[in-house]
């Protein structure tokens, strides 16, 4: 018997199916799938599914059955697993012979046995034009739904791996398109039929004819048509007509949009009809709030103005009309900003296209006049859209957030306000921002339209000072004033928000405000209330670093560093970003650098250092208060506390170093700098609390700093240092810092020859390390990629940094580190695999190197003949 008209195996397959939808555990659905997809891959189901799709019995197979089976086919035809049966023709009328008879079945079922038509028609020889011979037999709704789907598997086919090749789906393309004259003709025929013709209801039909001539659109059935026969065909009409029904909206809309981007005759048509869209479809929308309706116009204008620029520039009445329709839609209110930021590409191809006009004629200054309200009105909808509106809902006490769609909106907004800029020109469209008749006193000011105005003049700053027209800071000032007057204490989480951006404000525009004295004090004090709160910290403490960098003849007068004193005392109070924190302290210490006095100075420089020492001398006294360690939540603090304050003395060393080679720090001041932090160091580094991973990357990194700008004070220390850096590794071999902060060291001294002892020995003990040592497999070197980048960087370090005789006694360790290096090299970690590569690449231009130099007789003792012989001896074990 044929198994595909054995009871039993349909019988399975109806239960598994009903299981699969059905059941309630989850193991009885996970078996159905199971055998589901066995069945799938058998050469049975091509017969099976066919025959349940063609079976008259009654009462019919379920639904989920006839679902299933006619996925089945459909995944079997389109896999390049599964090769076509050899009666490709029969499996064709099989499906022809469902489609007609569940023409009127769920919608779900009709799409599948479409989609497996259409997949075979890709793929059989001859299929298309067999298809529509065939066609004419089919009902109108099935037919419809195919010559929807059948465009669509061309692209669908181009998104996976199908097994159909490009000519293939170019052929099917070509043969498509052929059959387009006969398709319009059906849909325009669709189209004019009464309503409830085939039993199907009108509003749906309508629907269904515009989905198919959207695939029909997309597959380029248009092409070749003349413009004016394409602006004035039947169904572009119909399609624009059924912009007034609701429920064939969206995909009217998607129709137009893809004739107007593919067509570039279009755009001229569809302006045209901007004051009725204007008119009888928008504005109707935006009185009763009916976001899709709005959304859907929005896209459909703004892609026909993309679309032809140059048009709009013209400033005809339609298109002013349109002009006028996209500002509306940008200030209608609603939940999210999308309908607002879908405008944004539009005005901004509009205003490049008006300042592309050349602009010594007459027709620049023309366009650019008749457009200066449109684009004057426009900043006020953007201005008005770019604020927060529920100020309150967004602002609870001292917490405040901005919304993320709002957040996106503004900074998808920089390029249309600077082209705005451009357009109206700097004076104006300052003058636009500053001039709103805000009252004076502090009680009745809008801070939510004040700040937003101040995010606009911020993002556009470098058009401004680029034009370098006169700008009147007096307003600016006047709000600095006020907010530098108050304590965080009395300020609410949406002021911070003004703080932010009015930071953004200060230090975009640091060099043209820093350049009165007055207006220093109220700057700094306002930088120093807005680094206060985290939603304003950053942009207050780049404002306070570009003042110090502009204001250096006003900045290091007594007045000034008390309160540049008072900032970097306070930081400890607040819970500030370890960035923020390093771009205070290096803002204070430019400052503090450029003091004429060297006492003054140097005085001003320690007292900066001292300012973070008390944060890390309490955690050394812990130690000795066995209490304080044991309450965990005191401990942490207290951890957290030490770690900024040792960034904030790494960010000053690393200042130091820029001040240093400009000549502007001189010895003494080294001296004294240093006296403060490495006694306190050396404390830290024999505690426990090194143990502290961050604790100690600090530490390190402070280090690091401090070394590269005071490196001939850390000279003599240098083998006090190493010991320290290996025994520290000894005792916490995860942490990677103390590799790393060795490395420095090396590069720093290692070239003096009196250091070689210490170095060798420095080596010696790190490749002691029980983490290291276990380097031997590329598993092991996956599970510690930092280890080994650091450890990379070391032994780097040591062939490019040490003396001969340092490399000569370090051999047996050195070929060791080699052959870990060759192991990590095929680690799956890029990181690890990469830095192991670096290594043995340092290695080979080390030898290289030296032998090229030395190329007569070199000594077997000599630095290229050790490294050459330790890379025979890796080569002969490999």
């Known amino acids: ?399 405040s957030s901005i919304p993320d769609g709002l957040v996106q909106f503004r900074l998808n907004l920089e390029e249309l306000l600077v082209d705005i800029c451009l357009l109206l020109g700097a004076p104006a469209y300052i003058n636009k921002l500053l001039s709103s008749g805000w009252g004076l006193a502090s009680q009745s000011i809008p801070w939510k339209e004040v700040e937003v105005r101040m995010y606009a003049l911020s993002m556009v700053a470098d058009t401004i000072l680029q034009d370098g027209s006169p700008f009147d800071f007096s307003v600016v000032m006047h709000f600095v004033n006020i907010l530098s007057s108050r304590t965080p204490a009395e300020l609410n989480g949406c002021q911070f928000l003004v703080y932010k951006s009015f930071g953004d404000v200060i230090g975009s525009y640091s060099k043209w405000l820093s350049s009165s004295k007055s207006n220093i004090k109220p700057l700094l004090l306002f930088c120093a209330s807005g680094i206060s709160k985290s939603i304003s910290s950053n942009s207050c403490s780049v404002a306070l670093r570009k003042l110090c960098e502009d204001a250096s003849s006003f900045i290091h007068e007594p007045p000034i560093l008390e309160i540049l004193f008072w900032i970097s005392e306070g930081m400890g109070e607040v819970n500030l970003r370890i960035e923020d924190e390093e771009e205070i302290i290096s803002a204070i210490t430019h400052a503090l650098c450029s003091i004429l006095d060297k006492e003054l100075r140097k005085t001003s420089l320690a007292r900066l250092l001292c300012s973070s020492y008390s944060a890390v001398e309490k955690i050394i006294d812990i130690d000795r208060d066995e209490l304080l360690r044991q309450n965990s939540s005191a401990y942490a603090q207290a951890l957290n506390i030490a770690v900024r304050g040792l960034h904030r003395m790494g960010a000053l060393f690393s200042h130091l170093a820029m001040s240093i080679t400009s000549g502007l720090i001189d010895d003494d001041t080294i001296s004294v700098l240093f006296g403060i932090f490495w006694p306190l160091l050396e404390k830290l580094s024999q505690s426990s609390h090194m143990e502290n991973t961050s604790l100690s990357t600090a530490a390190c990194r402070s280090l690091s700093s401090a070394i590269h700008s005071c490196g001939q004070h850390f000279q003599i220390l240098l083998p006090k240092i190493l010991e320290c850096l290996s025994t520290n590794f000894l005792l916490y071999q995860r942490h990677d810092c103390f590799l790393r902060t060795a490395a420095n060291m090396i590069e720093e001294f290692g070239h003096k020859e009196e250091y070689s002892v210490v170095c060798v020995r420095t080596i010696e003990t790190f490749s002691s390390a029980a983490s290291l040592s276990n380097l031997n497999s590329s598993y092991t070197c996956d599970q510690e990629p930092d280890l080994i980048e650091a450890y990379a960087n070391f032994t780097s370090a040591f062939i490019r940094c040490c003396q001969k005789e340092a490399i000569v006694a370090s051999r047996s360790l050195l070929e060791l580190s080699f052959q870990k290096a060759a192991i990590c090299s095929t680690a799956m970690h890029r990181g690890a695999a990469l830095a192991a590569i670096s290594y043995m690449s340092c290695f080979f231009d080390a030898s290289l190197t030296d032998v090229l130099e030395s190329p007569e007789c070199p000594s077997d003792e000599s630095r290229g003949v050790v490294l050459v012989q330790i890379l025979a001896r890796c080569g002969e074990g490999t």
Not at 20 to 46: K, M, V
Not at 159 to 184: I, K, Y
Not at 358 to 374: G, H, I, N, W
Request: net charge negative; with cysteine; aromatic share 6%.
């Open 1 to 399: 018997m044929d198994v595909a008209e054995s009871p039993d195996l349909q019988a399975q397959l109806a239960a598994a199916v009903h299981a699969l939808n059905h059941a309630s555990h989850p193991s009885a659905r996970l078996a159905a799938n199971q055998w589901l997809l066995g069945l799938q891959r058998s050469p049975q189901a091509w017969a099976l599914a066919a025959s349940l799709l063609a079976c008259a019995d009654h009462p019919a197979p379920s639904a989920d059955l006839l679902f299933f089976a006619a996925q089945m086919l459909r995944r079997k035809i389109q896999s390049p697993d599964y090769p076509l049966p050899d009666n490709a023709a029969q499996l064709l009328d099989a499906l022809l012979v469902a489609a007609r008879r569940f023409c009127l079945a769920p919608p779900r079922l009709l799409t599948q046995i479409c989609l497996a038509l259409a997949a075979l028609a890709l793929r059989a020889e001859g299929g298309v034009d067999g298809l529509f011979a065939r066609m004419p037999h089919l009902p109108d709704p099935a037919l419809l739904e195919l010559l929807t789907v059948l465009p669509e598997e061309v692209a669908q086919d181009e998104s996976g791996d199908t097994g159909v090749d490009s000519a293939t789906r170019c052929r099917f393309t070509r043969e498509l398109l052929t059959h387009a004259p006969a398709v319009l003709e059906f849909l325009l025929a669709q189209s004019e039929k009464p309503a409830a013709a085939d039993g199907v209801p009108l509003h749906e039909r309508n629907h269904r004819i515009l989905r198919c001539l959207l695939s029909w659109v997309r597959a380029g059935c248009f092409s070749g048509a003349p413009a004016s026969a394409l602006a004035a065909h039947p169904l572009l009409t119909f399609a624009f007509n059924s912009l007034q029904a609701f429920f064939s909206f969206e995909v009217a809309i998607e129709v137009m949009t893809e004739l107007v981007s593919q067509y570039q005759e279009l755009p001229q048509a569809f302006l045209s009809k901007m004051p009725y869209i204007r008119e009888v479809l928008l504005l109707p929308a935006l009185a009763n709030r009916s976001e899709k309706i709005i959304a859907g116009l929005t896209s459909l204008m703004c892609e026909v103005g993309q679309a032809a620029p140059g048009l709009v520039a013209e400033g005809s009445n339609e298109a002013l009309s349109l002009s006028d329709a996209l500002l509306r839609c940008i200030a209608f209110s609603s939940e999210d900003w999308e309908i607002a930021e879908s405008t944004l590409q539009f005005w901004c191809s509009l205003a490049h296209c008006i300042l592309g006009i050349d602009e010594q004629t007459s027709k620049r200054s023309a366009t650019q006049e008749l457009f200066l309200p449109v684009f004057s009105s426009l900043l006020d909808a953007l201005l008005f859209r770019a604020q927060i509106i529920d100020i309150d809902e967004h602002c609870t006490g001292r917490v």
